[in-house]
């Protein structure tokens, strides 16, 4: 009981931490809901322009997406182990934290990379900028790049949010000690799988649409 | 506690005497206190927008537009509309009421994630003042809908500030409906099944689930007309491959069920509020229950409704509207089981009691003009008049900011330990309904004749029913400043209030008025129904009523 402080609601940690976890499990049930909108323009985008999206998504590179994809998996293994140990009061769960952490800037890095090889070869049509596309329905390609950044950078944003999380959480690690400290741990793992499987979502949708 | 300095009887031990200064308010996880500073940032967001109503219908008085330009007038009506929906209605009963109400109805001691409550609060003062600076600097002309293309190429006020601080404050609803959700599951008292719960807690369920589901596609939209502002990342410029209906489907899609999200608590306080006045069980309780989820489940479905003229498929339309109709089935559900509980009560007639009927009365109207506009062939004569004007008024103004006061009337003793003037309270709610009826009935006629909507002047015929309408509107606006007085003086000069000042059930009376910090001196349990209550007039000899005492017999 001495976990118990007077702003909390319940009688135990564990207790409250059932709820958190629940808070957050509703809590991606509503981003599940932010990126289905996202996705429903992603689908009127192809309905509508077949050719210009299958063409526009041949720029991509699908090997850069598939390693990235990899690293997202691989960094959704090291905090579901975290977790692991965390649940067992193991307080080298933050050494699988900050190997979460580099694989998600890794992550970044690589998406970084992508955007400013698009930027360069002229394939983002926004801000101004000339869209240097020359297959067939260009309309339909610029569409298709505008809603590959929308998407991307929204799921980016996502990762950074993460990031931060997790960065408070290894900024704090010195002060968590008993079961319920860790709780934390487990809520920002689940947030962290659900970005990724955003990611495993969108990699086919935007990289390996088949050629038109 | 030692806290010898207060010497007022009612304050003694009760979260209001717990600790002063502006740091025990703004920083308190209390979600009384939390309440508090909702129910102070909603009044002001009220009366802003109040006031720019007023101009509005100062303007419509005459026929020619002299008072204000029809710009200006295109900003009054697309701001009135931004605020009194995500600054007011939205948040209005969940975030003061719900707040305050909820653990104490369900006999906790705080909502399950108390600094997430108060997170939500900051969130939605960063968004909402974002948004009024937008106000300041020159204002919005796109309506409150920002319809596109207009909203992401033509118009050059101030949206994509406006839209962010809309978008801003989405989340601080999402953050509410998640405390709500996990509240509700988890920290019900001993023996409070889901079927003794009191309908209000029902309501609040429905809405947060709304809240949760709904909001986030706002967002997604409103941050794509940021985009295509500002980034020229266009998804709804059809020169760009895009398509404007598209932003239709994705706001609808939110602010249908919004619109639920601004109706269901009003439900959940009439149905509080009704079985204590007439000392009857609610009638049918499981079915107004399940008919708030009804609603909730159902609300998803009709987003459709709102474009039978925009040029969505015909079939779509059918279906849209078929869904529409079937919408109204749940919520006429609860309207007969509310005048079914006053049948055979002992009727008294109270301030909360007098606005739960004019709720009653103004949403039944209000709700069944919504199916002469869910009826595909009447929309294309009504679309965009005034009739649509009066329907939405009816359900969101005379339902509930009626039930926003009536619930403000009711659980005033306990939220400040005050008794309000009886006598001010009625003189309000009736000077309400009156002023109310006399506002927006003359907007259906008006509608009827070929009224448009978002006009500054109009041909001499309409105004008749145009200066009516404007003198409603200056009763109203009294009605409405009223309580902000005589409330606001019950503060100090109010008689203070027994725990259970109207005799009602529910674990909320069952804490002392105002309630202590940890709102319970003892962690209760729960025996029985809710609205237990006993009429002291029963007439045995009668089958129907014999039916209705069964009720709380009934096993959850």
Same mark, same amino acid.
């Given at each position: ?212 | ?77 697309? %701001? ?8 007011? @209605?939205?948040?209005?009963? +969940? #975030?003061?009421? /719900?707040?305050? !109400? $909820? ?119 409103? %941050? ?8 020229? @990342?266009?998804?709804?410029? +059809? #020169?760009?491959? /895009?398509?404007? !209906? $598209? ?310």
């Amino acid at each position: 009981m001495s976990d118990t402080s007077r702003d909390s609601a319940f009688n135990t940690g564990t207790e409250e931490g059932i709820a958190t976890a629940f808070g957050m499990w509703i809590f991606l049930a509503s981003e599940a809901m932010m990126f289905a909108g996202l996705l429903l323009v992603y689908t009127f985008g192809r309905l509508d322009h077949a050719t210009g999206f299958a063409n526009a998504s041949s720029h991509l590179d699908w090997r850069l997406g598939a390693l990235n994809t990899a690293i997202l998996i691989c960094s959704s293994l090291a905090i579901a182990r975290a977790e692991a140990r965390a649940d067992r009061a193991d307080r080298r769960a933050g050494v699988l934290l900050a190997v979460t952490c580099l694989l998600g800037v890794l992550f970044l890095g690589i998406k970084g990379y992508e955007w400013a090889m698009e930027l360069r070869e002229g394939l983002a049509p926004f801000a101004g900028l000339a869209f240097a596309y020359d297959g067939p329905d260009a309309d339909g390609a610029a569409f298709f790049f505008r809603c590959y950044f929308i998407l991307t950078g929204l799921h980016a944003a996502h990762m950074l949010g993460g990031l931060a999380c997790i960065g408070w959480l290894l900024a704090t690690w010195r002060h968590r000690r008993g079961r319920a400290d860790f709780h934390a741990v487990r809520d920002l793992a689940l947030y962290w799988h659900f970005v990724d499987i955003v990611w495993i979502f969108l990699y086919p949708l935007l990289y390996l649409i088949a050629p038109a | 506690m030692t806290d010898a300095v207060t010497g007022k009887a009612p304050d003694t031990g009760s979260y209001l005497g717990e600790k002063h200064g502006p740091r025990a308010w703004l920083l308190s996880f209390d979600h009384k206190r939390i309440a508090w500073l909702y129910l102070l940032a909603l009044t002001a967001f009220f009366f802003i927008g109040g006031a720019m109503a007023v101009m509005m219908r100062l303007e419509l008085a005459t026929a020619e537009g002299d008072l204000v330009s029809d710009d200006t007038y295109n900003r009054l009506f697309s %701001i009135h509309g931004i605020i009194m929906i995500w600054f007011f @209605l939205v948040p209005s009963i +969940p #975030a003061t009421l /719900g707040n305050f !109400l $909820l653990p104490l109805m369900i006999g906790a001691r705080d909502l399950a994630l108390p600094r997430l409550n108060l997170a939500s609060w900051y969130v939605f003062m960063g968004g909402s003042l974002f948004t009024l600076f937008a106000v300041l600097m020159g204002g919005v002309d796109t309506g409150w809908t920002f319809y596109t293309p207009y909203s992401s190429i033509y118009s050059n006020s101030y949206v994509s500030a406006a839209a962010f601080g809309v978008f801003i404050v989405g989340f601080s609803s999402i953050m509410t409906g998640i405390n709500f959700i996990v509240t509700i599951h988890r920290l019900r008292a001993t023996g409070l099944t889901w079927f003794r719960l009191p309908i209000f807690v029902w309501t609040m369920y429905a809405t947060a689930l709304v809240m949760v589901l709904a909001t986030p596609v706002l967002a997604a939209s409103l %941050i794509l007309i940021v985009a295509e502002r500002v980034l020229g @990342l266009g998804v709804f410029d +059809p #020169a760009l491959g /895009g398509d404007p !209906l $598209l932003f239709q489907h994705l706001f609808w899609f939110y602010s249908h069920p919004a619109v639920y999200i601004m109706i269901l608590p009003g439900m959940g306080v009439v149905s509080e509020i009704l079985p204590c006045f007439s000392r009857q069980p609610l009638f049918g309780y499981k079915a107004v229950a399940l008919s708030s989820m009804a609603i909730a489940v159902f609300g998803f479905l009709v987003w459709g409704h709102h474009m039978f003229v925009s040029g969505q498929s015909a079939y779509a339309g059918i279906l849209f509207s078929l869904f529409s109709f079937l919408v109204a089935v749940p919520s006429a559900i609860k309207v007969f089981s509310w005048s079914l509980t006053l049948r055979r009560g002992s009727i008294r007639f109270p301030t909360p009691m007098l606005y739960a009927l004019t709720f009653l009365f103004l949403f039944t109207f209000g709700g069944l003009a919504g199916l002469f506009l869910a009826a595909l062939v009447v929309d294309v004569h009504l679309h965009d008049t005034y009739f649509v004007v009066a329907h939405f008024h009816y359900i969101m103004v005379g339902g509930m900011v009626t039930a926003f006061m009536g619930g403000l009337h009711f659980w005033w003793p306990k939220i400040t330990g005050r008794m309000y003037p009886e006598f001010w309270g009625r003189i309000a709610a009736i000077a309400t309904f009156v002023g109310f009826n006399f506002t927006f009935f003359p907007q259906y006629i008006l509608g009827y004749l070929g009224m448009p909507r978002r006009y500054h002047s109009y041909p001499e015929e309409f105004s008749f029913w145009h200066v009516m309408s404007s003198a409603g509107a200056i009763i109203l606006a009294v009605s409405y400043l009223m309580p902000l007085v005589y409330l606001g003086l019950s503060l100090v000069r109010g008689r203070p209030a027994p725990a259970d000042p109207w005799e009602a059930t529910g674990l909320e009376w069952r804490t002392s008025s105002p309630p202590p910090q940890e709102n319970f001196d003892e962690t209760p349990t729960v025996t029985g129904p809710a609205y237990d209550y006993i009429n002291p007039e029963p007439e045995a000899q009668d089958k129907g009523a014999q039916h209705e005492h069964g009720q709380p017999e009934r096993s959850p």
